[in-house]
């Protein structure tokens, strides 16, 4: 996001508004798929209490349900309602569109900033 080529997000699960594993855009993407979050159970469960239920699978939108820890490219909007809120998601910034500056400022992405490797398991604590 800040001065790189845009990083992968996930592809397990496959995240994406293309379901490619980034959180590239298109002018179809009403929502923006743009931030690419570490989605926590406060993110989950504010999520599903603003009407958007992120945990149940909708195999028939490639949607496998998620679960904390899971990366995902989370609506620009939604994503900003949860910081409101005081529930907000980790970002990882490398892996976040740019496009996301047009509704949320630098200074508050920074502020969830994470590196999180992609096997978790070798975090500590």
């Known amino acids: 996001m800040l001065d790189g080529p845009l990083e992968g997000c996930s592809t397990d699960p496959l995240t994406g508004w293309f379901r490619d594993g980034s ?3 298109g002018p179809d ?3 923006s798929h743009t931030i690419c979050a570490v989605v ?11 009407g958007n239920d992120l945990r149940t699978p909708r ?4 949607f496998p349900g998620l679960k904390p820890g899971d990366r995902w490219c989370v609506t620009a909007p ?3 309602r949860a910081h409101q809120d005081d529930a907000a998601a980790p970002v990882v910034l ?9 509704l ?19 975090l500590e604590g």
Do not use: K, M
Request: glycine share 2%; aromatic share 8%.
């Open 78 to 80: 939604n994503w900003l």
């Open 59 to 62: 195999p028939q939108y490639r």
């Open 94 to 102: 490398s892996a976040t569109n740019r496009r996301v500056l047009e």
């Open 104 to 122: 949320v400022p630098l200074e508050v992405l920074q502020r969830y900033a994470v590196d999180v490797p992609d096997d978790p398991r070798h």
């Open 29 to 31: 993407d009403l929502g």
């Open 23 to 25: 959180c590239r855009t």
């Open 40 to 50: 926590t159970e406060a993110f989950l469960d504010h999520q599903r209490s603003i």
